[in-house]
């Protein structure tokens, strides 16, 4: 049920209140103009959260970019979390996880042909993506993680909630997940409860929008995840196979902030899973590979080692992994799927801002096809979305 992973530590309330305290002052500083927020002239979605992690960034993020990419130039631009370089950095061909963070290795490896940058200042970054010769590859920018990061007004801001933690019945760090208010999601042109089971029933349904309690101005989705078939961590080296069998003994191998949905969805596939939990964005050291070996040959067979795509990208240089376990380890994509037939609302409000304030683009030429030569008259005025007036 929602809100089933939520543990408060009730003694350490006083110390939220004051972190609280921070936090409101921060807000109120942009809400009054003393500290500012720039707007930019190319389209900005932001996604993000205001908990610690876990709520499934990156396949919402990687959604956005199928959407858009072949319809206009997409980048992506991340704060690189735990990555070895400074400032700002495009990643390549020759990227890894240390020179550009994981999760942005990962969007290259998947989208060769989307533009991943990183940058902790925002608004350099986009400043860097959108001027010069490179902006004009670049029709929209899509800020992974930065519902928080105010100094950036973005067009579309879209906050993610996991249905397990809903911020309805969490509390401010430390003694909760949340990172600011209950209030900061009125922030939010778009929310969207993340994680949902596949079974929820209409009446859950109901229950989770009147308990968001929501403005007008503000639309609410479900998703789940959807896993796709498995495939080696290390290509040539393990046997393909498209999912796991009832036989298998699984070691689950994850360094994510919230492993728990993943084990809940992947447990009743396979004889008995293992898991070996490491913490979000680990930097995974030859001792570790050391325990992943032994926690490895303990499993009776069949066995395999199961693990998602952010770790897979912190495991491609990773040593000291035994000859039978690199054949072993499989990684599991995860994508997001809409609920409640919300899918093609939401791609038609998300193309349509994109539309409507894109520079030089094709979908900018497509607005500009569908202008009538009587462009004074309000019938012939193509429609566009209606978010809240930033």
Known sequence: MEGDFIKINKWLL????????????RNVLFDIGVLKSESFAVPVISVGNITVGGTGKTPHVEYLIGLLRGKCGVAVLSRG??????????????????????????????????????DRNRRNGIRQLTEGEQGRKVDVVLLDDAFQ???????????????????????????GRLREQLSGKDRADIVIVTKCPPDLKPMEFRVITKAMNLFPYQQLYFT??????LRPVFKGEARRRE?????????????????????V????????????????????????????NSQFAALPKPRLIVTTEKDAARLYGLDGLADE???????Q????????????????????????????????????????KDGNNPRHRPGTISFRNH
């Open 243 to 263: 999912a796991l069998d009832k036989a298998d003994n699984v070691l689950l191998l994850t360094g994510i902030a919230s492993p728990r949905q993943m084990m």
């Open 81 to 118: 979390y735990k990555r070895k370089t400074r400032g700002f950095v495009v990643a390549d061909s020759k990227a890894t996880a240390l020179t550009v963070g994981d999760e942005p290795y990962q969007m290259k490896r998947k989208f060769p042909d989307v533009t991943v940058a990183v």
């Open 14 to 25: 006083p110390l939220s209140w004051l972190y609280g305290l921070g936090v409101r002052v």
């Open 265 to 292: 969805d992947l447990r009743p596939q396979c004889r008995e899973m293992v898991p070996l939990t490491f913490a979000d964005h680990h930097a995974f050291t030859p001792a570790d590979a050391e325990r992943i």
């Open 325 to 331: 376990v690199r054949r072993a380890i499989y990684v």
């Open 224 to 229: 789940r995840l959807d896993y796709a078939p």
């Open 149 to 175: 990061h105010r100094y950036v007004k973005p067009g579309v801001n879209i906050l993610l909630v996991d249905y397990h933690r809903l911020i309805i019945y969490d509390e401010l760090l430390p003694a």
């Open 333 to 372: 994509p995860v994508a997001i799927k809409f609920m409640l037939d919300q899918e093609e609302k939401f791609n038609e409000n998300i193309i349509g801002y994109v539309r409507k304030n894109s520079r030089n683009g094709i979908l900018a030429k497509a607005k500009d096809d569908d202008k009538p």
